[in-house]
């Protein structure tokens, strides 16, 4: 990961718990001569398609390239150090908060990146969804009283426990590629909405992917709003070994309290900021592939990525294609019989896509559950 430089300025029911289980890991890291090193003449003909700045939503990816998980489950990581995340409101001077922000920030790129070799996740099917969550030290299943069980049953991961990190995401537009993904955390009184759009370019020998949109960050105990965007990611060696580095300028705001960070991604470090290498994540929990949705990306993606694993690249590609070719005839169904599309967990706001009962539209009472 690149190294960063920071500035600082002044109602369900509950789901059966047999049915929950931790992530069992699917992306084991892939062997640097597999994949793209061995079929470099797929690659070359891919890229005899590309002009310098194309679109790449226009050239179709060869299915080896794919990284055995939806770009849905990808944000999810964002919260593998839930830990830090969690901790942010425990800050009571505003400084210190948006310091932990920064920190917290810089945790939550690494963890989204499982393989020595650079690879593209699945393309969200739009209406497709994932939820999962994340246990905090000390947390416990069940919620102290009726009024915290009903925010758990209400909100984004009714079988979450009371003390976690709880995920969801949902493929709210197809044309454009637009996902959608909310976190809260209900004993610290807050929650995350992201809206992001992401756009990608052919540059030559690399390929650049642009995250348009924003993310915002909650505090409701200080009645404050964080504003954040994401950095730009770039796959470099595409013809030998493709590795993943972040690049850009992001920037964090509250308008409450006036202060502000700039975090600009550098390739030198000058100082360890948030150590990625010796700062272990924490596994996400989420409901076996058996018990989910159909529209959940585990499920959704199950034979594509079961093909992967046994490294039969012809048939993920049938199944692949099939998915996308569903995706398209339901398109042009909905269009011939003048259906709207009907979005799961979001809505728009303005250009935003806003989780539909957040965190704060739930809680009855301004007292912080401790």
Same mark, same amino acid.
């Given at each position: 990961?690149?190294?960063?430089?920071?500035?600082?300025?002044?109602?369900?029911?509950?789901?059966?718990?047999?049915?929950?289980?931790? !992530?069992?890991?699917?992306?084991?890291?892939?062997?640097?001569?597999?994949?793209?090193?061995?079929?470099?003449? +797929?690659?070359?003909?891919?890229?005899?398609?590309?002009?310098?700045?194309?679109?790449?939503?226009?050239?179709?990816?060869?299915?080896?390239?794919?990284?055995?998980? #939806?770009?849905?489950?990808?944000? *999810?990581? /964002?919260?593998?150090?839930?830990?830090?995340?969690?901790?942010?409101? =425990?800050?009571? =001077?505003?400084?210190?908060?948006?310091?932990?922000? @920064?920190?917290?920030?810089?945790?939550?790129?690494?963890?989204?990146?499982?393989?020595?070799?650079?690879?593209?996740?699945?393309?969200?099917?739009?209406?497709?969804?994932?939820?999962?969550?994340?246990?905090?030290?000390?947390?416990?299943?069940?919620?102290?009283?009726? !009024?915290?069980?009903?925010?758990?049953?209400?909100?984004? &991961?009714?079988?979450?426990?009371?003390?976690?990190?709880?995920?969801?995401?949902?493929? &709210? #537009?197809?044309?454009?590629?637009?996902?959608? /993904?909310?976190?809260?955390? +209900?004993?610290?009184?807050?929650?995350?909405?992201? #809206?992001?759009?992401? $756009?990608?370019?052919?540059?030559?020998?690399?390929?650049? &992917?642009?995250?348009?949109?924003?993310?915002?960050?909650?505090?409701?105990?200080?009645?404050?709003?964080?504003?954040?965007?994401?950095?730009?990611?770039?796959?470099? #060696?595409?013809?030998?070994?493709?590795?993943?580095?972040?690049?850009?300028?992001?920037?964090?705001?509250?308008?409450?309290?006036? %202060?502000?960070?700039?975090?600009?991604?550098?390739?030198?470090?000058?100082?360890?900021?948030?150590?990625?290498?010796?700062?272990?994540?924490?596994?996400?929990?989420?409901?076996?592939?058996?018990?989910?949705?159909?529209?959940?990306?585990?499920?959704?993606?199950?034979?594509?990525?079961? @093909?992967?694993?046994? $490294? =039969? +690249?012809?048939? *993920?590609?049938?199944?692949?294609?099939?998915?996308?070719?569903?995706?398209? *005839?339901?398109?042009?169904?909905?269009?011939?019989?003048?259906?709207?599309?009907?979005?799961?967990?979001?809505?728009?706001?303005? =250009?935003?896509?806003? %989780?539909?009962?957040?965190?704060?539209?739930?809680?009855?009472?301004? $007292?912080?559950? +401790?």
């Amino acid at each position: 990961m690149a190294a960063v430089a920071i500035s600082v300025q002044p109602a369900d029911s509950e789901a059966d718990p047999s049915d929950v289980e931790e !992530d069992q890991e699917l992306h084991e890291d892939d062997d640097a001569s597999s994949g793209v090193a061995q079929n470099r003449s +797929i690659i070359m003909h891919m890229l005899s398609q590309a002009r310098v700045g194309m679109d790449l939503t226009r050239i179709t990816l060869p299915t080896f390239i794919l990284e055995k998980r #939806s770009l849905l489950e990808m944000y *999810a990581e /964002f919260f593998a150090h839930p830990d830090l995340f969690a901790s942010i409101p =425990d800050n009571s =001077d505003p400084r210190e908060r948006i310091i932990a922000i @920064a920190r917290y920030y810089c945790s939550a790129f690494h963890a989204a990146r499982k393989g020595a070799v650079a690879k593209k996740p699945y393309n969200p099917i739009l209406g497709e969804t994932f939820r999962c969550y994340w246990d905090l030290p000390g947390g416990r299943r069940n919620a102290p009283d009726d !009024d915290s069980k009903r925010l758990i049953q209400s909100g984004p &991961v009714p079988y979450a426990s009371y003390s976690s990190v709880a995920f969801v995401a949902e493929q &709210v #537009s197809h044309h454009p590629p637009v996902s959608g /993904f909310y976190a809260e955390c +209900i004993p610290k009184r807050m929650y995350v909405n992201g #809206s992001i759009y992401t $756009k990608s370019k052919f540059l030559g020998l690399s390929l650049g &992917v642009h995250h348009i949109g924003s993310v915002r960050l909650c505090l409701m105990d200080y009645g404050e709003e964080y504003r954040v965007n994401l950095p730009n990611a770039y796959a470099r #060696s595409i013809l030998t070994v493709p590795w993943l580095e972040l690049g850009g300028k992001c920037h964090i705001e509250c308008l409450q309290n006036g %202060y502000t960070a700039d975090v600009e991604f550098h390739c030198k470090e000058q100082e360890v900021f948030f150590d990625t290498i010796n700062t272990p994540t924490v596994k996400k929990k989420l409901q076996k592939v058996s018990a989910q949705d159909p529209g959940e990306s585990r499920r959704r993606w199950q034979r594509v990525t079961e @093909a992967l694993f046994s $490294k =039969d +690249i012809e048939e *993920a590609t049938d199944a692949k294609h099939e998915l996308e070719e569903k995706q398209r *005839a339901d398109a042009r169904q909905r269009q011939e019989s003048g259906v709207e599309w009907k979005q799961q967990f979001f809505h728009l706001e303005g =250009d935003t896509w806003i %989780y539909n009962t957040p965190l704060s539209s739930r809680t009855r009472t301004s $007292k912080r559950h +401790i």
